[in-house]
Structure formats: C-alpha cells, structure tokens
C-alpha cells in the first residue's frame, strides 16, 4: 500500500510541470476577482478547480474499474472539452466585468449558476477530463490495481499532491491581488482579472475551433 | 534673426550624433551604406527639428516605418514564394543581426528563440514524446546581455513614446487615422464630461483603458501554460506559424488597426497591444514627460479633443496638468495648443527636451530597423 501511496504522491508531484500549469493561469485571475482579496479567498477558486477535477478523476476511476478498459479519449472530445471550458471563462468574465447588468434576466440566471467558485468547479470538471500525459499514466497505473479501495487512494493520493501548487499558487494570486488593489484599487483589479479570464477563454475556444493549431 | 541662427545651430547639433550613429552603424560591410544613410537620417533630423509642426514630418516618418516592416515581410513571403522558406529563413537567423546573407557582431534584434531563452515561456520545454522537460536558460551571458540590455533602455527611455514614434505596428492605425470627422461614435465605450463652458468632452471608460493589462496577464498566465514567449504574440514568424492564429491576428488588426481608426479618428490598436500595456507601466519612470504649463493653460481642451489616445482627460488636467500613462508622446497636444503651454520635459522640471528626444528616437529607429533594412537591400540591391 505504501508504495501504491508513494507511486501516487510521485505522480503527482510530476504533474505540477505540465498539468498545473495549464490550470493554473485559468485559475489565477479567479483569485484576484474576490470581493476581499487575500490568501484565503485567493485559495477558494484553486479548492473548488481542484475539487472539480477530484470529481473528473473519481468518475474516470469508476469508469475504470466497472468498463476494465483503457478509457479512449478521442480529437473531438477534447477540441469539445476546449469549447466548453473557454465558453464558461468568456461568460465568466463577462459576467464579473458587469457585462450583463443590462440583460438582469440573464444575469439572474448566471448569477445562479456560475457565481462565487462555481466556474472554477465547472473548469475544474472539464480540466479533469482533458488528458494530459501524467494522467494518462496515472490511470493506466490504477488498470493494474485490483481493489476499487486502493484505487481510490491512488487517485485521492494522485489528486492531493497535484492539488497542492495549484492552491498555493492561487492563494498568492490573492496575496498578490490584495497588494495591488492597495496601490490601483480594488474595482480595477477586478477588471483586469476579468479581462484576462475572457483572453484566456477566447484562447481555449480557438484552440478548441481550429483543432489544436494555435 | 540671432534666435534662429541658433535654433539652426542647434539643429545641427542634435543632427551630427544622428548622422554619426547611422554611419558608423550601417557602414559595415557597406561603406557607400553607411554614408547614404547617415545623409538621410542626418538631413532628416534637422529638418524635423527645424520643423515648425513637427507632426508634419514625424507622421510619414513613421508610416515608412511600417511600410518597412510590411515591405520586408511580404518581400521574405513573395520572393521566396512560401511560407515556410520565411520560417526557416527566420529560424535560422535567430541571434544577429541579418545582414546580406550573413550574421555580424552585433546582436541586437530581438528575434524569436533568442528571446524565448530570455523571456518567460521557454525557461521549460516540454517534450511529449518523451515525456521530459528540458529546463533552458539564455545560452550564454553574453546572448543574454546583448538582449536584455536594449530592450531595458529603449523601454526606460521611451516607455509608451514607442508606440507613437518606433512601433512597426502603430504606423496602420496612424495612417488609417485621417480627416477630421469622427463616424462613428461607439457611445457604449465611451464615458463624457461637460467642462466650463458647456463643451462636451469624451474620454473612455475605465474598463476599455484596462483592456490591454488584462490582455497581458493573460498573455503572461498564457505563456507559462503553453510554454510560449508572450513576446512572440507580436511576431509575423508566430503569426505565419498557424493558418488560424494567421487569421485571428488578421481579423484583429482589421478591426483594431484599419476600420475602428478609419471610422473614429482614434488609435484602437494601442489600446489592446499587450506591450503596450508593458510601456505604460513604466510611465511612472519614464524621462520625457508631456505636461502643461500652469500659467499658460486656458482649459480649452484643445489638446483633449486632439490626443489619439484619450490620455488628455479634463479631469486629468485638473488634477495635475498631465496626460495619463497612455501618452505617446507623439506631441499632437503640444502643436495644436494655442497658447503654446504643452511641451515635452525631462521629468517633472521645466526644462525642455522635444529637440532631444527626437534626436535620441531617431538613434533608436536606426538601431531597431537594421534588421529590416538590411533584408530589404539583400532582397532588391
């Protein structure tokens, strides 16, 4: 059991190159767009993506485990994935830039459904499904356990350590946020936050739309 | 008739370092080069400033710049008649200065993967088929130095003044930006201010100002996550690299660089570019100030309604006689105001430094456009 642990931690460690760095950009500016900026406002958004991709990495598990069979992941899946996450982040930052308070039906239903860390849970979801090659391997080293118990703790194990920077990193997102809503102020911070989650969501929608080309 | 003398005296002054910079740049391996280029940009300088608007001169000046910049790389593109003998091309003159088939001493252009060792975004590579990263640093202090340093002290001494004077890309937008009738409005991004006498005044809101910060966290969130120098967002050999970031930037420079400066006689295209929201930054330091003499100014708004940049507001003037950090510098303000009370300073003293800076931006030009000029004359000398 140890080393099924140790093998996990490892593997995610190894993830904070790659995988974090793809989330954490798309969670950074969540963490400046809080009402009071500071570390643990700044670690909400990175709790609730990582809880989202908990939930991704549980339902892939499952998969595993009932299917016993190496989940295929096509082109299309994931030009999909990337259409989607960039469709909540553009909506997102429309919505915390205050675009959509002349449509006030609209921004009631928004409001209910991505507000507070809503959209880092969505994004996380869809983070947590988007293949990338650490857990690739993770979920190919969890075809060779038997028992869904260890499984879980593999995946709890696998998730926890990859877990680890993407919180640290949007706790100082916040820090950072606070310390410069001091300087330019709050109002402004928020806005650049906001329109940095719109940049990076017309990023993923293209990369998406042109098949992974840009 | 003794102040003009002296006016031309020192005319000739600010001249010879133009002149002796460009011969002494361009000279090699050319002499008869280097000569010819001293004499235009020597006699250019001392007709601007000479000049009494200067604008007159500096606004084709820096749409030559652009037509520099497109000409060069349309003749890599046409010439060589693909695509991909221009990425090649550029890939393999990554580190000097191209001049006619051969690489020289100075290092001084910043070209794509020399920058990418130095800016972040490459700092790690990451190689799927083997599933490693490769943890790169500049190749040696020397690359680093050479790119670092003239990328420090063009942006410490112009700041933003280089979107208004060297940018290759600020020349459509001010070309585009001509006659004096504003067709459309765009009310929506637009926030109006009624001053003393009843005049309505625009200025944009606050949010459009932010656009291009945004734009650059995220292009620098953007960069750590795909492992690509955010820098490079500006490069044609990027743009050339994928038919739909082609057609993207296409897209964007229609909108921003032709259409929206047609149509509202303002400059759209400064107002998203990442590195421009990088000038900004250093505005706070920057050398060469715009402001207003305090005695002089009568709050006609003159300058306001001028600046091609909304960076004249009537509440910034109120506050402390300056334009905000999106100045260029470009000295619109300074030749349409009446009672001649805007002017370029060193700082925040009362010293004069336009006949300077445009001396010190045409050294900068000469140094900046080698690259192009140089591949122009290897493409049709």
């Known amino acids: ?214 | 008739m003794l102040s003009r003398f002296r006016s031309k005296i020192l005319a000739l002054l600010l001249t010879l370092p133009v002149a002796g910079f460009a011969l002494w740049w361009y000279s090699h391996p050319l002499p008869w080069f280097g000569v010819l280029m001293a004499f235009i940009s020597g006699s250019f300088t001392f007709l601007i400033i000479n000049a009494k608007r200067k604008m007159s001169l500096q606004r084709p000046l820096f749409i030559g710049l652009f037509g520099v910049f497109l000409g060069t790389i349309l003749s890599v593109v046409y010439i060589d008649n693909n695509t991909a003998a221009f990425l090649d091309w550029a890939h393999r003159h990554t580190i000097a200065y191209y001049r006619i088939g051969e690489t020289v001493r100075s290092t001084v252009f910043p070209c794509t993967l020399t920058l990418s060792q130095v800016f972040l975004g490459r700092a790690a590579n990451y190689f799927p088929s083997t599933g490693s990263w490769l943890v790169s640093f500049p190749s040696s202090l020397h690359a680093f130095l050479l790119i670092l340093i003239p990328f420090t002290v063009t942006t410490l001494l112009f700041g933003r003044s280089i979107c208004g004077w060297i940018c290759p890309f600020g020349g459509l937008p001010e070309a585009m930006v001509t006659g004096n009738k504003s067709r459309w409005s765009l009310n929506f991004l637009k926030k109006k201010s009624v001053v003393e006498d009843k005049k309505e005044i625009e200025g944009l809101q606050d949010w459009v100002k932010d656009v291009k910060y945004g734009v650059l966290l995220a292009s620098l969130l953007l960069a750590v996550s795909l492992a690509f120098p955010a820098v490079c967002l500006l490069c044609p050999v990027f743009w050339l690299s994928s038919l739909p970031v082609f057609w993207v930037i296409i897209g964007l420079m229609v909108v921003f660089a032709l259409i929206l400066p047609f149509m509202t006689k303002k400059r759209w295209w400064c107002q998203i570019c990442p590195l421009g929201a990088l000038f900004a930054m250093t505005d706070k330091i920057s050398i060469f100030r715009v402001h207003m003499d305090k005695k002089k100014c009568d709050r006609c708004m003159d300058c306001v309604y001028e600046c091609r940049m909304y960076a004249l507001t009537p509440e910034g003037l109120d506050k402390d006689l300056k334009p905000d950090e999106d100045c260029i510098r470009c000295g619109r303000c300074i030749e349409v105001c009446p009672e001649k009370a805007a002017d370029l300073y060193f700082f925040n003293t009362s010293v004069k430094a336009r006949n300077i800076f445009i001396s010190l931006t045409m050294v900068a030009i000469l140094a900046w456009y080698t690259w192009f000029i140089f591949i122009l004359l290897g493409k049709f000398g």
């Not at chain 1, 906001?194 to 990023?203: E, H, K, M, Q």
Request: net charge positive.
């Open chain 1, 1 to 214: 059991m140890l080393s099924v642990i140790l093998a996990a931690l490892a593997m995610g460690v190894g993830t904070i190159l790659s995988c974090a760095a793809l989330c954490v950009p798309l969670v950074m500016p969540y963490a400046a767009t809080a009402d009071r900026p500071g570390f643990l406002s700044g670690a909400a958004p990175g709790l609730a993506f990582s809880t989202g991709r908990l939930v991704s990495y549980v339902v892939l598990m499952l998969a595993l485990f009932f299917l016993k069979s190496t989940i295929r992941e096509n082109f299309l899946t994931i030009a999909i994935v990337n259409v989607t996450s960039g469709l909540v982040a553009i909506l997102s930052g429309l919505f915390i830039l205050g675009a959509f308070k002349r449509f006030p039906a609209f921004n009631k239903h928004y409001c209910l459904m991505f507000n507070g860390t809503r959209s880092p849970l969505v994004l996380g979801l869809l983070a947590g499904i988007t293949p990338c090659a650490p857990l690739f391997a993770a979920l190919a080293f969890i075809m060779t356990l038997d028992s869904l118990f260890i499984m879980s703790l593999f995946m709890i194990c696998f998730w926890l350590a990859s877990t680890l920077l993407i919180i640290a990193l949007s706790s100082m997102g916040g820090v950072l946020a606070s310390l410069l809503s001091r300087r330019v102020g709050l109002e402004r911070v928020r806005r650049i936050a906001s329109i940095a989650i719109i940049v990076i969501g017309l990023v993923l929608l293209i990369r998406g739309l042109s098949g992974f080309q840009v």
